[in-house]
């Protein structure tokens, strides 16, 4: 069993840091839950639009990590040495091998630069290779399609949808659950994804 609470994992390349999340982080990410509030328009948990949302947003997530259940990270874009966004491992499940990536999120300028192919790289490599997983699994509002295609084009497969399945802001949302086995990422997966960062 792994303990999250006590681990600094950082992880990286040449383009980007993940390194965990913690209280020092909160005033960059207010910022841009104050200027950019729309990057959540399709999230579960929306920290956009005010201080407090941000500040429940981070208590919540370094909750998880204590409590063993998730870990998240600061994104570090290496070429501006800024913050980008933030990500995280939830849903962790060491004894049947499994866990989720997802709430994502990166500030407008960083969106569609490759980073988050960079990241993705980092966090299945950790997964599959550190932590030895068999799955993992990815979610989406069913109206999200930029971030399905980003998905798909990861290598992630399509399982199924989750109806109506959860309360959000404004009604009730639809999520798409995608996936990736320790087989495919093996299998040609990591190759492609490989081939694909920039």
């Not at 971030?147 to 309360?167: D, F, Q, W, Y």
């Amino acid at each position: 069993m792994q303990d999250l609470a006590n681990q600094k994992i950082i992880i990286e390349n040449n383009n980007v840091q993940l390194v965990p999340l913690n209280l020092e982080h909160t005033t960059e990410c207010i910022h841009y839950a104050l200027t950019e509030p729309t990057i959540w328009q399709y999230s579960m948990v929306n920290p956009g639009g005010s201080a407090s949302a941000m500040e429940k947003y981070i208590a919540f997530a370094i909750n998880e990590r204590i409590e063993n259940k998730g870990y998240p990270f600061i994104v570090i874009d290496k070429t501006t040495n800024q913050l980008a966004g933030c990500t995280r491992f939830y849903d962790i499940d060491f004894n049947n091998k499994a866990a989720s990536i997802g709430y994502t999120w990166y500030a407008k300028k960083f969106q569609r630069t490759g980073l988050n192919r960079h990241c993705k790289l980092l966090l299945l490599t950790h997964a599959f290779e550190v932590w030895n997983l068999e799955r993992v699994e990815f979610r989406a509002d069913i109206n999200n399609t930029a971030s399905i295609n980003a998905m798909k084009n990861i290598g992630c497969i399509e399982e199924g949808v989750l109806r109506n399945h959860a309360n959000i802001e404004n009604g009730r949302r639809t999520s798409i659950i995608l996936s990736i086995l320790k087989d495919e990422w093996f299998g040609g997966v990591k190759e492609n994804l490989v081939k694909k960062i920039y």
